[in-house]
């Protein structure tokens, strides 16, 4: 009997992308495999499943695959949180600090609502900077974000303690220590 896969057994590991040192785990291999999808998508929900949630949030790119799938499953909208420049109309913009510079993240000015309960949805957790800015943008319009869910979490990078010392719950499917 073939032992049956872990949600690690799809995702890939390509050393030395983007850059040399880098160990880049790539998600779409686990995109690709229904089997795959299918698990990542359920196990993110389940411990939202007595949640009020009225809208889901999804950080580019990876995210919008993830989040439009979650909202899906939970009948609710589905925001995308994205780089500047790239939404029509109206947006409000939050910077945040990478490495070696910075960027900035938009929402449409209108994608909530006062007192909406939000999901915020990513594949990775690294450094956590850029979830930090959406739950900052989703804050801004009077929504309140109820958790955040991110198939991989990279712990070295300290990701999932920023978002707790916002008082965020991090549900994160596996993480990967150093390697």
Same mark, same amino acid.
């Given at each position: 009997?073939?032992?049956?896969?872990?949600l690690?057994?799809?995702?890939r590991?390509?050393?030395?992308?983007?850059?040399?040192?880098?160990?880049?785990?790539? =998600?779409?291999?686990?995109?690709?495999?229904?089997?795959?999808?299918? %698990?990542?998508?359920?196990?993110?929900?389940?411990?939202? =499943?007595? =949640?009020?949630?009225?809208?889901?949030?999804?950080l580019?790119?990876?995210?919008? %695959?993830?989040?439009?799938? &979650?909202?899906?499953?939970?009948?609710?909208?589905?925001?995308? %949180?994205?780089?500047?420049?790239?939404?029509?109309?109206?947006t %409000?913009?939050?910077?945040? &600090?990478?490495?070696?510079?910075?960027?900035?993240?938009?929402?449409?000015?209108?994608?909530f609502?006062?007192?909406?309960?939000?999901?915020? =949805?990513?594949?990775?957790?690294?450094?956590?900077?850029?979830?930090?800015?959406?739950?900052?943008?989703?804050?801004?319009?009077?929504?309140? &974000?109820?958790?955040c869910?991110?198939?991989?979490?990279?712990?070295?990078?300290?990701g999932?303690?920023?978002?707790?010392?916002m008082?965020?719950?991090?549900?994160?499917?596996?993480?990967?220590?150093?390697?």
């Open positions: 009997m073939t032992p049956r896969k872990t690690r057994d799809y995702i590991t390509i050393p030395d992308f983007p850059h040399e040192g880098i160990m880049f785990r790539d =998600v779409t291999t686990l995109f690709a495999d229904p089997r795959g999808f299918r %698990i990542a998508v359920d196990q993110l929900l389940d411990p939202f =499943v007595d =949640v009020k949630i009225d809208k889901v949030a999804g580019e790119a990876r995210g919008f %695959i993830l989040g439009g799938a &979650v909202a899906h499953q939970l009948s609710v909208g589905f925001v995308p %949180i994205r780089k500047k420049g790239k939404l029509p109309g109206k %409000i913009a939050q910077d945040y &600090v990478l490495e070696y510079g910075k960027a900035t993240v938009e929402i449409h000015d209108d994608a609502q006062p007192g909406e309960r939000v999901l915020l =949805v990513d594949d990775l957790l690294a450094t956590g900077g850029t979830a930090r800015a959406g739950i900052q943008l989703i804050e801004r319009l009077g929504a309140e &974000v109820v958790g869910a991110f198939l991989i979490d990279l712990p070295d990078l300290g999932r303690k920023l978002l707790e010392e008082d965020m719950g991090v549900h994160a499917l596996t993480s990967f220590d150093g390697d």
